[in-house]
């Protein structure tokens, strides 16, 4: 079973520029979630899915980020306009299903830096 | 609203030796999960333990114990024979009973030094 994976590793970009990260789930993984880690503080939730659909959003996601998860599977992250406040660890977890019994994995996140 | 709370930034202890990371939260929620994530340098977080509210049993996995005080909104991580693995960041978080507000809510973290 390969874990849920994340590309880019890392991303330096200009202040301005728009950015897209993706993220692959674990097979039949239907709950699919992003999180940001900005230095010395713990991760915090961006958003989720249930399969396709997007079902919250997190006030720190301004109107700048967009996240999709077109056919279910792999999701993606854009942050248009980036700047340097968006530097940070994204992250994306997923799980087999909702709630505190289904164990959200990791992926190694998306390092991004705003210049 | 939830909040999570680390007082302790940074720990070091030796090898083999047994420590002890604290937590408290603040909910008005009377069920929800506790949770001890580990984040070792460089590689992706992994879950180290889960506490459910109602359960009064305390959870252990293997060396990771952890004291549950629901009162007292308390919810401290024990490690027993401390490894040079164990080395890592470690995240407290707190998440709701409800299927449909299954976010994890972090603390900052400890990182934990294992020292040779």
């Known amino acids: 079973d390969t874990g849920v994976s994340q590309d880019p590793r890392h991303k330096i970009t200009k202040r301005g520029q728009n950015v897209t990260f993706r993220c692959d789930p674990i097979s039949e993984h239907n709950r699919l979630y992003w999180y940001r880690q900005t230095l010395g503080q713990g991760p915090e939730f961006l958003t989720y899915f249930q399969n396709e659909a997007q079902l919250e959003k997190s006030r720190l996601l301004s109107d700048r980020f967009s996240a999709e998860r077109p056919k279910g599977s792999f999701s993606t992250l854009e942050i248009q306009r980036t700047e340097q406040g968006d530097s940070a660890m994204y992250l994306c977890a997923s799980s087999l299903g909702a709630g505190g019994q289904e164990t959200q994995y990791f992926g190694p996140g998306t390092r991004l830096l705003v210049l | 609203a939830q909040t999570v709370t680390q007082s302790q930034p940074e720990m070091s202890v030796q090898e083999a030796e047994t420590v002890t990371l604290s937590c408290t939260y603040d909910t008005s929620e009377n069920n929800y999960y506790l949770f001890w994530y580990k984040q070792p340098p460089s590689r992706q977080m992994i879950l180290v333990i889960r506490q459910e509210a109602y359960k009064q049993q305390n959870a252990t996995e293997n060396r990771f114990s952890v004291n549950f005080q629901k009162a007292a909104k308390s919810f401290s991580l024990k490690i027993s024979d401390s490894q040079l693995g164990d080395t890592a960041m470690y995240f407290c978080?707190?998440?709701?009973?409800?299927?449909?507000?299954?976010?994890?809510?972090f603390g900052k973290g400890t990182r934990l030094h294992i020292l040779p």
């Open positions: 978080a707190f998440m709701k009973h409800e299927d449909r507000d299954d976010k994890i809510i």
